[in-house]
Nanobody
Framework: QVQLVESGGGLVQPGGSLRLSCAAS????????MSWYRQAPGKERELVAL???????NYLDSVKGRFTISRDNAKNTVYLQMNSLKPEDTAVYYC????????WGQGTQVTVSS
């Protein structure tokens, strides 16, 4: 079955960095676009970044220049490198794959605070 397992979240000071990982299994990873979403308390879930099977990328305007999405097809893993983090980046971050239906990871908490 399809599984998406995120890791790498935590508490970081403003201006700091984190790298999130999403290990995927149960489907042909290199054939699908992979995405990262986030949801802050009281807000709707929003698309942060996506990477196509051809490694084309797209980003939420507020993270452009600070976040980088990448994928390692040999490891079936997608990453989100987050630099220059701001308090408004605080959220639960989710890995997403749209295959036969929507698949979501369990989420990883990112807290940016001094």
């Amino acid at each position: 079955q399809v599984q998406l397992v995120e890791s790498g979240g935590g508490l970081v000071q403003p201006g700091g960095s984190l790298r999130l990982s999403c290990a995927a299994s149960g489907f042909t990873f290199n054939m699908y676009t992979m995405s990262w979403y986030r949801q802050a308390p009281g807000k709707e879930r929003e698309l942060v970044a996506l990477i196509t099977r051809g490694s084309n990328t797209n980003y939420l305007d507020s993270v452009k220049g600070r976040f980088t999405i990448s994928r390692d097809n040999a490891k079936n893993t997608v990453y989100l490198q987050m630099n220059s983090l701001k308090p408004e980046d605080t959220a639960v971050y989710y890995c997403y794959a749209g295959i036969s239906r929507e698949y979501w990871g369990q989420g990883t908490q990112v807290t940016v605070s001094s």
